[in-house]
């Protein structure tokens, strides 16, 4: 069954949807509860009001002065996320919003809630990446609250001996400095696959779970739990002898990924290219430190969500070289644009959009505005000439849909001596694949939106996780289908969804005739050991399994049954 609750006597397992692999077994600690809202709060009378302004301004300077004082004990990527949040709290327009509140009568505590929700509807209108931060702005109407009424800040509690953080989702704040000694796994009610728990989780490389449901609040804090990351299992009857055994053998394996070195390939030679997905020059570097082959998915667009104006070609030229002088001769494929949906930018993208996932997005955006897709190929253009003589710069177009789109990109690139490619991540695009490979010098199949557009699921729902889950057989029928062609046009055919960064639907993926697989920069070295443990033709077994399967859990159980038997 895809994600449901099992019960055993006395104990029960919670099926979520597993994002970061690993096992843990400790108690559970929920976060500290986030305090009740007041629902009223009028009659501050004009002489008070100055006063509960000052009020307000005193705890949201406690609040934003602790939050400082961690991120000054903190680095990197902690310090920069407690920083920013403190600068929530510290927010003009949104002090602006609480005097004006208070003006009219209201207590701190209300005026704080009705400026919050203010800017909760501004950002929820505005969508996409906007849309995911009304998180951290509940988390700090809530921390100055706490504040206001001489609570302890919710969030974090101060975790004595080894714990699993359970909470409805993780704030920001909550996540950026976790103590990796303590807590053993993340488990969450909501969020999904992309939310901020499973980036920050698989980071640290902390075992994480998300979209547990609401049975997840049925297990109390201080009750044991065993966790395993890559099933998605959360388990309350399982006796602690197992549990220890169960983590010695993921040490084990654990201890195989570190000693394993590329160049990718299976126990019997067959070569699979494994690449790194990155958003920016400062991963390209991360990426360079693993054993990565070059850079499968280099995300454009991630360096502009907050510009306003289409930075020049020059500029742009700047930013792309970043990430080729990572990989000065290896392989880097960039994609052009992807705005839209979950990522607007302001100068590609309509204002509104009824159905975002299914509007003008990416390659669409230029069937009006074909200048801008041309600027951005003239500055990768430039920003290739930089790179070593026979360095491949493979240049892919995100949702394609048909075989005329294709063309039309291809010729653009080839205007420019760019090896031109698309992502398979429309279904039409991969029943279509006969068609629009001939035009291409290679694809690249994004599994998150093949399998968003394949199974009509939103994938930023956690209601819908156990739809918008890579192992689901359509979604791998189409990763077959699109291989079958890719082979016969003699057209390498890689993944660079979140799908290739699972060990083991990447020996599937393998055995389905993908040709390399790109993922985070952490999955890198897992995804190697896994392939050089399995021959090809198992893997084709594998895939033959997985495509057979009911369904997206029986899918992976039954390859991990496989694998095991391997094993012995
Ligand atoms: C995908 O859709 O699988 C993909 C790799 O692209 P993105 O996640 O950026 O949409
Ligand atoms: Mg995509």
Redesign the pocket.
Known sequence: MDNFTTSTGAGKTVIGTGVVSGVAYAEAVWIRPRPELPSSGQGVSPDQQVAEFERFQEAASNVSGRLETRAAGAEGNAAEVLNATAGMVKDRGWHKAVKKNINSGQNAEFAVVGATDKFVAMFEAAGGLMAERTTDLKDVRDRVIAELRGEPEPGLPNVKGEAVLFADDLAPADTATLDRTRIKALVTELGGP?SHTAIIARQLDIPCIVAAGSSLRDIESGTKVFVDGALGTVSTDIEETVAREKIEEYAMIAERIAQWRGPAQTKDGKKVQLLA?VADGNAARIAADTEADGIG?Y?T??SFLSATEEPTIEEQAKIYGRVFSAFPSSKVVI?TL?AG???PISYANMEHEDNPALGVR?LRIARDNEALLTRQLDAIAQAAENREDDAPTWVMA?MVATTTEARWFANLCRERNLTAGA?I?VPAAALMADMIMPELDFV?????????YTMAAD?LSSQLAYLTDPWQPAVLRLVKHTCEVGIRHNVPVG?????AADPALAAVLVGLGVTSL?CASTAIAGVGSQLSLVTEEQCQQLAEIAVKSVGANAAREAVRDYLAQLDQ
């Open positions: 992309t997905n998915l995300r667009e991630m994609r992807d949906s979950d990522k990416g995100p992502m991540e690249s199949i994004g599994t998150n939106d093949l399998t968003q994938r993944v660079c969804g979140e799908a790109s």
